[in-house]
């Protein structure tokens, strides 16, 4: 029938077996007028649906239906735990089901079965891969779907752990040394280093005097002093003769790195140099040494390329190393003989990730702030009280800190509704003046990107109007305001890398979050910020939210994907499978040869220390 324009097609629906007291069931079809050669009189029919009431009348629009066809059909789609399979188009799910139904059912018994290894009690699951597709009960598909997840777990722990193990075979630099040009360089420091930082450098030293190359992730939060303890280890490499490269993901951090670098090391007599991107000659921070004379090279992705050589590469280090590729890695320390790799993050990585994709990593955690660190302060604001941030943004100028003012893009989107730092840094230098403002982003070319930074640091520009470039590394004390508009559009871990921006000084801090979006979610996403500043916490509040695929980037390949498995859900097995590997790699007789002998020892003391840690 037509009703206001729309077809209408309806079907009325009794029930089996009806009795006086049943009402028929209507119901209807907007403009689908394929589903009156579907549905036809006589049919059996089982509906899913929103029920209205419309007086007398039951109704469903749109449902969802199954025709039954025959007695067989009921036992393989109905009153039973129903498997729902990722289909494509021109396949149903009920087709998909029928036949993987009936595979199942010409496959021998035994092969459906899947034992496990003696490491994790060699039971074997009779019936397994029927039971997973069509399960008897709910438990019965809780205990066949957790044994199929260890299995999964279990292989690939075997692969990383063998990962693991082709690294510490493979020949690199023993980098033994008296220690005292990192020495040096430490009793030089207007600051003594915390004891996570100790710690995190005699692990270093231990793994850089080994013949077997180093291979670790180094995190720690925001602040926490992972440079340092970096340079400190290029020291060692240098002192023992050999090259050191420190490798940034933006032109704006390496030449930070490189500015720190030298006006720490050039009192102690090291040759440094600088590679990026840009051309030199346009860059205000002189290349003082080529790659093929420094002791320390700084630079960006531009280190991979084939046009920079390096005479003696012993040690390489990698900041923010989730913002580089795995195969951009692979690029630099695939060399002979293999350099040492430290790899550092303040973007804290969940422990069951660290045990995936990381695995063939050793872990070294600093989890202690250093002393004379300012509070820092978050609020989250609706976007009306702008003006209220306003007037606390000029009220700390005053006073003579600087501020950062932060957009999720560099120009509007007809797409989104979401603010753009072109458009609004007008409207900043208006609300903001006399104080003054600059405005940077990735577009801006690369010199005058390095004058917007330089006039920042030494004071001369009192607020920063950017976009996330400034998200890593960037480190000016004085400034106390990150004001970040459309502060919904982040996800956790890179709010909290852009509220470390601030608090680098002894001065109270204030982290301002300006939101339209009052939704239950974002408010509950913001407020993580708003009650505590541990990375690690956040790291792991933002794997509950985004997943592990978003949280580490596109650029971020390798993560593995499971058939069952969840990195979240099953933490916990994820832990057993990665003991149940290790045991039984620590007792594999293809060790024993006298070749592989003296490699025994070392592998199974960095797995020890790497598992202790993950674990």
Known sequence: MRFGGRKIFEAVLEEDNATALSQPLTCRWFNLHYIQRMVATGQRIVIFGRLKLRGQRRIIDHPEFEVIENDDEISIHFRRITPIYPATEGISQRLLRSLIFHLLEQVEQSSLDVELPAELGGEGHPDALRQIHF????????????????????????????????????????????????????????????????????????????????????????????????????????????????????????????????????????????????????????????????????????????????????????????????????????????????????????????????????????????????????????????????????????????????????????????????????????????????????????????????????????????TTVIEVGVDVPNATVMLIENAERFGLSQLHQLRGRVGRGAYTSHCLLLTADQSPETMSKLSVLGRTTNGFEIAEADWELRGPGDLLGTAQSGLPEFKLGDLKRDAALMQKARAAARTLFEGDPGLENPENQRFRSLIVERQGQSFSRVS
């Open 135 to 466: 399960p008897e009960s709910e438990e019965q598909l809780a205990a066949v779907r957790d044994h199929l997840v260890l299995g999964e777990f279990f292989r690939m722990q075997m692969q990383v752990i063998s990962q693991h193990a082709q690294n510490a075979t493979r020949v690199g630099y023993r980098h033994k040394t008296s220690g005292a040009l990192p020495e040096r360089f430490l009793t030089a420091l207007p600051f003594v280093l915390t004891k996570a930082q100790k710690r995190v450098l005699a692990e270093i030293r231990r793994d850089l005097a080994m013949e077997p190359p180093m291979n670790r992730l180094l995190q720690g939060d925001v602040g926490s002093g992972k440079t340092v303890v970096a340079i400190a280890a290029m020291l060692v490499a240098v002192e023992a003769g050999s090259q050191a490269a420190f490798m940034a993901p933006t032109q704006i951090l390496a030449e930070q790195h490189y500015s720190v670098l030298r006006r720490w090391l050039d009192p102690l007599g090291i040759r440094i140099s600088l590679r990026t991107g840009a051309r030199q000659e346009e860059s205000f921070l002189p290349l003082v040494e080529r790659e093929d004379t420094a002791q320390i090279v700084v630079g960006t992705h531009a280190l991979l390329y084939e046009g920079v050589q390096f005479s003696n590469l012993g040690l390489a280090v990698i900041d923010e190393q989730h913002k580089f590729g795995v195969a951009q890695r692979a690029k630099l320390t695939s060399r002979q003989p293999a350099p040492d790799v430290l790899v550092m993050t303040a973007t804290p990585i969940p422990r069951t990730l660290t045990m995936t994709i990381y695995g063939d990593l050793d872990v070294s955690i600093i989890n202690e702030m250093p002393r004379g660190r300012g509070e820092i302060n978050t609020r989250i604001l609706p976007q009306k009280q702008i003006g209220e941030a306003l007037t606390f943004t000029r009220d700390e100028l005053r006073f003579g800190r600087q501020a950062y003012i932060i957009y999720p893009l560099i120009d509007e989107s007809e797409k989104l509704d979401v603010k753009a730092a072109a458009k609004e840094f007008e409207q900043w230098q208006e609300r903001l003046r006399p104080f003054r403002c600059d405005l940077l982003h990735g577009r801006i070319a690369s010199p005058e990107k390095q004058s917007i930074m330089q006039r920042f640091r030494i004071g001369e520009t009192h607020a920063l109007i950017s």
